[in-house]
């Protein structure tokens, strides 16, 4: 385990890996949502969607939104 881990004590680690786990688990569910979008005009949420794949910080929080065409 690394020094810094180390030093944040249990409840820190929990915490660092739960923080992770949100961000990713935001990421993929962008990425899930976009292979659902119908493709269709309006384009709002394929491209919001699809920016987010690219833009990380972007797509974290679009996974958690809904978007409505």
Do not use: H, Q, W
């Not at 993929?28 to 394929?46: D, R, V």
């Amino acid at each position: 385990m690394s020094k810094a881990l180390a030093s944040l004590g249990a409840f820190g680690i929990i915490v660092y890996f739960g923080i992770i786990g949100g961000v990713l688990f935001g990421y993929f569910s962008n990425i899930y949502k976009l292979t659902k979008c119908n493709f269709k005009a309006p384009y709002k949420a394929e491209v919001l969607r699809g920016v987010g794949i690219f833009v990380a910080p972007m797509g974290v929080i679009a996974g958690y939104c809904e978007i409505k065409d």
